[in-house]
């Protein structure tokens, strides 16, 4: 996924905000169900949502205004109730920005913990690193 980076990503010194990044992670993890053939709507309307269970994100260089974002994101692992989702930031230049991990878990609208759809699954299987 390419993001470009506006002035609004940005904090006073013209990097972007750190916390920020998060939200370009979730836009990744959106466009992988969308490219898969999900979408967050139409799991939410089915009852089946994602709970954070943790992130981490390592900085290795800044980003800065006017430059684009390249995350590649795949799936490290799956379990029955969890989606562990990994990613590589890399600026237009081809340095590395960051790593990240986010570890998802599977609720249902009681937000208690649920089994990941099987039709789920084998839709973002092919996402898997091997």
Same mark, same amino acid.
């Given at each position: 996924?390419?993001r470009?980076i506006?002035?609004?990503?940005t904090?006073?010194?013209?990097a ?9 992670l979730e ?7 969308e490219?898969?053939?999900?979408s967050?709507k ?6 089946? !949502?994602? =709970? ?7 900085y290795?260089a800044?980003? %800065?205004?006017?430059?684009t974002? $390249? ?13 562990v989702f ?8 081809g340095r590395?920005? !960051?790593? =990240? ?11 208690? %913990?649920v089994?990941i759809?099987? $039709?789920?699954?084998a839709?973002?299987e ?5």
């Amino acid at each position: 996924m390419k993001r470009r980076i506006y002035y609004y990503d940005t904090d006073t010194s013209g990097a972007v905000y750190h916390a920020n990044y998060l939200h370009f992670l979730e836009e990744a993890r959106s466009e992988l169900l969308e490219r898969n053939g999900l979408s967050v709507k139409g799991l939410l309307d089915r009852g089946v !949502g994602f =709970a954070i269970r943790r992130q981490e994100m390592e900085y290795k260089a800044p980003t %800065l205004y006017g430059d684009t974002l $390249d995350i590649k994101i795949w799936i490290k692992e799956f379990s029955p109730y969890r989606i562990v989702f990994a990613y590589l930031l890399h600026n237009q230049d081809g340095r590395l920005i !960051g790593k =990240a991990e986010t570890d998802l878990v599977c609720v249902g609208r009681d937000l208690k %913990l649920v089994e990941i759809p099987s $039709d789920v699954r084998a839709a973002l299987e092919r996402e898997k690193a091997a």
